[in-house]
């Protein structure tokens, strides 16, 4: 009877002490300023996904596309829940130009799923077009740098 004691002490000792040390960290807001939304899928995670209007057929830029002069652009907004959005866009050596929300001055609550009402069109030249998306859970001044609570999201594609 007295070793059944001891074993069952000794067992339930042992599962405690596994609950203490085996307990999660909780990251530093200050180090780790967005997580997005525990437990979210990653399929889901906020995003962009970007079309191309060529020669009347509308095709979806893949990580081998090329874009020419004169493709218009088709930004479809991805993600798990409704969030405000800013979409910035470089075209080759050109600066950076808001394309979305068009003469704002605040971001706008966009949902998923959602088709962007505008459509860029690639400029000639070469190098790269780079879009750069800026979700975040309440609205912010278009134009302002991102902070801790922005998720920034970039795509860079090659143009020929």
Same mark, same amino acid.
């Given at each position: 009877?007295?070793?059944?004691?001891?074993?069952?002490?000794?067992?339930?000792?042992?599962?405690?002490?596994?609950?203490?040390?085996? @307990?999660?960290?909780?990251?530093?807001?200050? %180090?780790?300023? *967005?997580?997005?939304?525990?437990?979210?899928? @990653? =399929?889901?995670? &906020? #995003?962009?996904?970007? @079309? *191309?209007?060529?020669?009347?057929?509308?095709?979806?830029? $893949?990580?081998?596309? =090329?874009?020419?002069?004169?493709?218009?652009?088709?930004?479809?907004?991805?993600? /798990?829940?409704?969030?405000?959005? /800013?979409?910035?866009?470089?075209?080759?050596?050109?600066?950076? &130009?808001?394309?979305?929300?068009?003469?704002?001055?605040?971001?706008?609550?966009? $949902?998923?799923? /959602? +088709?962007?009402?505008?459509?860029?069109?690639?400029?000639? #030249?070469?190098?790269?077009?780079?879009?750069?998306?800026?979700?975040?859970?309440?609205?912010?001044?278009?134009?302002?740098?991102?902070?801790?609570? %922005?998720?920034? +999201? %970039?795509?860079? +594609? &090659?143009? /020929?």
């Amino acid at each position: 009877m007295r070793r059944a004691l001891a074993f069952i002490g000794a067992g339930g000792l042992l599962v405690g002490l596994a609950f203490f040390v085996a @307990r999660p960290r909780v990251p530093d807001p200050a %180090t780790n300023p *967005y997580a997005g939304v525990r437990g979210g899928s @990653r =399929a889901k995670a &906020a #995003g962009l996904g970007i @079309r *191309y209007l060529r020669d009347g057929v509308d095709r979806t830029v $893949q990580p081998s596309t =090329a874009l020419r002069a004169g493709d218009r652009l088709r930004l479809e907004v991805r993600g /798990e829940r409704p969030r405000y959005l /800013e979409v910035r866009m470089r075209d080759g050596d050109a600066p950076p &130009a808001v394309v979305f929300p068009a003469g704002g001055r605040d971001t706008v609550l966009v $949902q998923p799923k /959602e +088709v962007l009402p505008v459509t860029p069109i690639v400029a000639p #030249g070469g190098g790269r077009l780079i879009v750069t998306a800026l979700f975040s859970d309440r609205p912010r001044g278009v134009g302002a740098p991102a902070d801790p609570d %922005t998720e920034t +999201v %970039t795509v860079t +594609v &090659a143009k /020929e």
